[in-house]
């Protein structure tokens, strides 16, 4: 499964990571459907690089031409002149699986729970976090999204 695989990984990399979008949805309990797996980690150079270093040791690759230290330094220039959100990496032996890093939000100004998923105790954003976060969209699937989650609160 996805989230286990790269949650294992990034774990055992030492990685401060949590789980948003979807999967964090269903994990809090409503039903979702997804397909990618949204993450956010801590702003910092370092861990940028060693995310980069987890998701290729697990056969992921990065959908831009660019390296971790790029997407960190020039970040804020990505989201307001490209309109880029996520940093997207794919597995090209399974296309189905894909891992999208939120350039948009820092974990560091987030508060988690964990929630088992298999063996693991995954990281994800509270509720009260992840309707925030998903406030700052116009997506249909955001909206109800955040209907949802509003019901398990």
Not at 14 to 42: E, M, N, Q, S
Not at 61 to 66: A, H, T
Not at 93 to 117: A, F, G, P, Y
């Amino acid at each position: 499964m996805l989230i286990e695989k790269v949650c294992k990984q990034l774990t055992k990399k030492k990685i401060p990571f949590a789980v948003v979008g979807g999967y964090a949805v269903a994990l809090h309990g409503a039903v979702r459907g997804t397909i990618d797996l949204d993450l956010v980690i801590k702003f910092s150079e370092q861990i940028f690089e060693n995310t980069e270093i987890a998701l290729k040791e697990i056969g992921f690759e990065s959908r831009l031409p660019v390296q971790a230290k790029e997407i960190f330094q020039f970040r804020k220039e990505y989201i307001e002149n490209r309109n880029l959100i996520a940093w997207s990496f794919y597995n090209p032996h399974n296309l189905s699986e894909v891992v999208d890093i939120i350039i948009t939000h820092n974990l560091d100004d987030m508060k988690t729970v964990k929630k088992r998923s298999g063996k693991l105790q995954i990281p994800i954003v509270t509720i009260d976090d992840l309707i925030d976060m998903k406030k700052s969209t116009r997506r249909e699937q955001d909206k109800a999204d955040i209907k949802s989650l509003e019901k398990l609160k």
